[in-house]
């Protein structure tokens, strides 16, 4: 399996999906407990890299709001293309 982690197209793309995930969060969850999901025709995902390329983008936008990610990514499923990344870490449901 190829590295995206220096890949310029995982980078743009991680930096562009850090505000999002951040909002994904729980209001007063401290950043905890946030997922994502994109949704995208199976041709749009192979032009933006592939679901792989997408994914890593996802882990490395996790990684930098501190989340313990995990990821899934299918092709040709009934709505095309999925990806969704969530955050994993314990407590990550505990609103203060």
Excluded: F
């Amino acid at each position: 399996m190829a590295s995206y982690a220096k890949d310029p197209r995982c980078t743009a793309m991680a930096q562009a999906l850090v505000p999002l995930l951040r909002r994904s969060c729980p209001e007063g969850a401290g950043g905890y407990g946030g997922s994502y999901q994109v949704n995208l025709d199976d041709e749009e995902a192979v032009g933006l890299g592939g679901v792989e390329l997408i994914r890593a983008a996802m882990r490395k936008a996790a990684r930098q709001l501190g989340w313990k990610a995990t990821t899934i990514g299918m092709i040709g499923t009934r709505h095309g293309t999925v990806v969704a990344v969530s955050d994993t870490r314990e407590g990550c449901c505990h609103v203060d």
